[in-house]
């Protein structure tokens, strides 16, 4: 199947070496994960079931926004999840090939009592961090935070930190479907091409559509120091993407197109362009 038959949000790519095989996850709804697959990112396979709710797993709703990376002890699964009486929150699964099965691993990898979603991963200084958004229904103007992890990535190693709030911004906007003063932060993930580095956000505009921009660390992407030089969106109707490099090492970057019961995957080739980022 082609990417616009896939129903799916919050679409990742992992890209392989080991298979040479990319693996399309993403929110499909349930307690459960699925993953589609391909080796060239036009047809696809699938879907396959990587992850259900195992039995004694607390958290029973709000399954989303699965993101995969190959490490030294297999393949980690960053994801969001809710319980009834908590939080929701982002924790790890683990499996040995990236079509699972994934059984849960470590610890809650957000602070206790915070409402956050839609962790992604990065390593700097030698140490791995998680971006995540401290959600907007707990802060009312959502914020980018970070947090530094554990090495075996099992669980948090220290203190949050806000690297901004929806807010600075200059094109997330309070949504007409939303109490006044309301700005979302959703989706984060970091690009770095040639020295040049963004992170790459979704938001909502004033009419209630859903939009992507990005914000530029004057540093490492973990340490709150983000210039918000860009006056608007660079993609409107679409969001929560990610970047990667596909095996012929061009930069793309995925999203989900809005609209309607059948949200699907929309492919982009990205890049900066006078030091902001564009998309083709």
């Not at 896939?6 to 298979?19: E, F, G, K, M, T």
């Not at 120091?225 to 970057?253: E, I, V």
């Not at 995925?254 to 998309?279: C, N, T």
Request: contains cysteine.
């Amino acid at each position: 199947m082609r990417l616009n038959e896939i129903s799916i949000r919050d679409p990742y790519i992992l890209v392989d070496a080991s298979s040479g095989k990319y693996y399309l996850y993403g929110t499909t709804g349930g307690t459960s994960f699925k993953a589609y697959v391909s080796s060239d990112l036009i047809d696809f396979d699938g879907p396959f079931e990587v992850f259900s709710r195992p039995k004694g797993f607390a958290p029973d709703r709000d399954y989303w926004a699965p993101e995969v990376y190959k490490v030294a002890f297999g393949y980690l699964m960053i994801a969001s999840f809710k319980t009834e009486k908590g939080e929701r929150h982002c924790r790890a699964l683990l499996a040995d090939h990236p079509l699972g099965p994934f059984s849960p691993y470590g610890e809650q990898l957000t602070p206790k009592e915070w409402e956050c979603l839609d962790g992604t991963l990065i390593k700097e200084d030698g140490a791995p961090y998680l971006i995540f958004c401290h959600e907007w229904l707990q802060t009312k103007v959502g914020e980018i935070c970070s947090i530094r992890l554990k090495e075996d990535l099992s669980g948090p190693d220290g203190e949050p930190k806000i690297l901004f709030k929806a807010s600075e911004s200059k094109w997330a906007k309070s949504p007409v479907w939303g109490s006044e003063g309301i700005i979302v932060t959703d989706g984060p993930c970091c690009l770095s091409i040639n020295g040049q580095n963004a992170l790459i956000w979704s938001s909502y505009d004033e009419q209630g559509n859903y939009v992507t921009g990005a914000s530029y660390p004057t540093g490492e992407f973990h340490r709150p120091s983000y210039t918000q030089n860009d006056s608007s969106p660079f993609l409107h109707k679409a969001g929560h993407g990610m970047c990667f490099r596909d095996f012929d090492g061009k930069w793309r970057f995925i999203a989900h197109q809005e609209g309607g019961p059948h949200e699907f995957p929309i492919l982009k080739s990205i890049s900066f362009d006078m030091g902001k980022v564009v998309l083709k």
